[in-house]
Nanobody
Framework: QVRLVESGGKLAQVGDSLTLSCVAS????????VAWFRQPTGKEREFVAA????????RYGDAVDDRFTIATDNAKNTATLRIDSLHPDDTAAYYC????????????????????WGQGTPVIVSA
């Protein structure tokens, strides 16, 4: 059983940068994909980025641009999401997700692909 705990969300100013962290406990040694999603208030959850716990190339969602960078530290069971040059449109609850059962292939991107979720961390960008 994997448990995910996000942190790093805060009230930020336009143009700031921040890094969200997701610490996993449990059987992440399977190496499955980890992802970040975000959900603005009143809107659907959208895919931000994903990569394998052991590294390799990342996959980014159509809703984000090159201001977003996902990374993993397998030794520390930590996944991070860095967001540069924050915009008000980045305001959302950000969630970490993990897929415990997988096959090697394209990184998944749908919320239904992931079976383990964190509680979310809020990012509010003030103009």
């Amino acid at each position: 059983q994997v448990r995910l705990v996000e942190s790093g969300g805060k009230l930020a100013q336009v143009g700031d940068s921040l890094t969200l962290s997701c610490v996993a406990s449990g059987r992440t040694s399977s190496g499955g994909p980890v992802a970040w999603f975000r959900q603005p208030t009143g809107k659907e959850r959208e895919f931000v980025a994903a990569m394998w716990w052991w590294g390799g190339p990342a996959r980014y969602g159509d809703a984000v641009d090159d201001r977003f960078t996902i990374a993993t530290d397998n030794a520390k069971n930590t996944a991070t999401l860095r967001i540069d040059s924050l915009h008000p449109d980045d305001t959302a609850a950000y969630y970490c997700a993990f897929k415990s059962s997988y096959t090697i292939g394209p990184l998944p991107s749908r919320p239904s692909d992931f079976d383990t979720w964190g509680q979310g961390t809020p990012v509010i960008v003030s103009a």
